[in-house]
């Protein structure tokens, strides 16, 4: 079984620019999350994909969007970066369909530096 | 307004004794309440979970408890052991279930 695998390991960008984070889910699971971790803090949930489609967002601003592919893999875009976008993004898959107790379990996180 | 808080950044204990890892939330729409281990380099791995319609689960060395009243998990390990030296999180979801919301995480020292 393979786990959830995310790329590139660290990234370093400029504030302006524009990042794609990749991120494939465990073998068997059809959604995919995604998560904010700033140092020091506990991941907060940027959004979730299931079927292709946004289901669920949290609070975070329209710059940050994501994609699924048919494959459940998925990406996480943010454009106009700023300062504050250093983080390290963490991704989950999970099968859908078990209700609230479907668990997520995590790839080991893209860390990004923006300058 | 954080709705899950882990109020001790850090925890030291000796290899062998209990640890004892608290998590308080507000939200009383939470429902469903998970842990999470996290080693350096890594991502939180998925340790054990819980249901609002219990107040115990056990698996292992590992058991969370529940008092829903007091809007309080704890995690016991028992024994404590050096190699669960990691930071641990509390999870929590409501009955949406789309996402988790964690709180700051607690760093448990484990000394031999």
């Known amino acids: 079984e393979t786990g959830v695998t995310q790329s590139p390991t660290h990234l370093i960008k400029t504030r302006g620019q524009q990042v794609t984070l990749r991120c494939s889910s465990q073998s068997g699971h059809n959604t995919v999350s995604w998560y904010q971790q700033a140092l020091g803090q506990g991941p907060q949930f940027i959004f979730q994909y299931y079927r292709e489609e946004e289901n669920g967002r949290g609070n975070f601003p329209p710059r940050f969007s994501g994609l699924q592919f048919p494959n459940y893999s998925s990406e996480l875009n943010v454009n106009a970066l700023e300062l504050d976008d250093s983080a390290l993004y963490l991704c989950?898959?999970?099968?859908?369909?078990?209700?609230?107790?479907?668990?997520?379990?995590f790839g080991p996180g893209t860390r990004l530096t923006v300058l | 307004d954080q709705q899950v808080k882990q109020n001790s950044p850090s925890l030291s204990v000796q290899e062998g004794r209990i640890s004892i890892l608290n998590c308080d939330y507000t939200n009383s729409m939470f429902d469903y309440f998970l842990w999470y281990k996290k080693y350096p380099a890594e991502g939180p791995t998925f340790l054990i979970s819980?249901?609002?319609?219990?107040d115990k689960n056990e698996d292992g060395r590992f058991t969370v408890f529940l008092n829903k009243s007091a809007k309080h998990l704890s995690l016991h390990i028992v024994p404590s052991q050096p190699g669960d030296s990691a930071v641990y999180f509390c999870?929590?979801?409501?009955?949406?279930?789309?996402?988790?919301?964690f709180g700051g995480g607690t760093r448990l020292m484990v000394k031999p």
């Open positions: 999870a929590a979801k409501d009955n949406a279930g789309n996402m988790l919301t």
């Open positions: 819980i249901s609002s319609i219990k």
């Open positions: 989950a898959s999970s099968l859908h369909g078990q209700g609230r107790t479907d668990t997520q379990y």
